[in-house]
């Protein structure tokens, strides 16, 4: 009797055991899947959140713990009328051509600026009486910290969070004539920069500023 029903359910096996086989198969590679997104997921969890603001807290932390340092100022033409006006300096010397002139640093400039060059002469040298390219540089007294601001999207590029920022020029304590000096072609007040940020210990830091 057993023999007579294992012959009647033979085919049966032999038409289904298969499938049934490769269903258990595929359900448990199913459920491995599912468990390793999982596993995925939850390691992309455990990275925090960087907000902007979080970025922005930590690129003005790194800059106020920078010495703080002068503003180099460009002086072009106008520049130099400009210094001429609010008693920076005066023209000590004429030469022959008419164009070329000695400038002296006044005591109110000393008190304000300094020479990049040295001293406290300027030595006015242009190619020719319209030669609106030549410059001379000088230094603010005062010292700042440099300022961010506008910081980006934070952006995700393999392990670290990348943002771009806005970098300025402190002017804070720079004397109102030499603001204006400052903000004359020539002079590059701000700038566009790139910060990047890695986990340390669970946290986000920042790597580096470009």
């Not at 032999?14 to 997921?41: D, E, H, P, R």
């Not at 992309?44 to 959140?49: F, M």
């Not at 400038?103 to 304000?112: E, I």
């Not at 020479?115 to 300027?122: E, M, N, Y």
Request: charged share 20%; aromatic share 8%.
């Amino acid at each position: 009797m057993k023999n007579d029903v294992a012959k009647e359910f033979a085919p049966f096996r032999a038409v289904y055991g298969g499938k049934v086989k490769n269903a258990v198969k595929l359900q448990t590679l199913g459920i491995l899947v599912l468990l390793g997104a999982g596993l995925w997921i939850a390691g992309c969890k455990s990275a925090p959140d960087l907000s902007q603001a979080q970025a922005l807290t930590m690129i003005q932390a790194k800059y106020d713990q920078t010495p703080a340092g002068p503003v180099s100022i460009t002086v072009n033409t106008t520049g130099m009328v400009q210094g001429v006006t609010a008693k920076y300096w005066f023209e000590t010397k004429r030469y022959p051509n008419g164009y070329w002139g000695d400038f002296t640093v006044t005591p109110d400039g000393k008190k304000a600026l300094k020479l990049a060059s040295g001293g406290d002469v300027i030595q006015w040298r242009p190619d020719n009486p319209n030669d609106l390219n030549f410059v001379v540089v000088i230094q603010s007294l005062a010292t700042n910290h440099l300022k961010a601001r506008d910081v980006g999207e934070i952006q995700t590029v393999g392990d670290t969070r990348i943002a771009s920022f806005t970098e300025d020029v402190n002017l804070d304590g720079v004397p109102e004539p030499l603001q204006r000096i400052a903000h004359n072609p020539g002079n590059k007040l701000s700038s566009l920069r790139q910060a990047t940020f890695v986990l340390t210990n669970g946290a986000w830091t920042l790597q580096s500023i470009e």
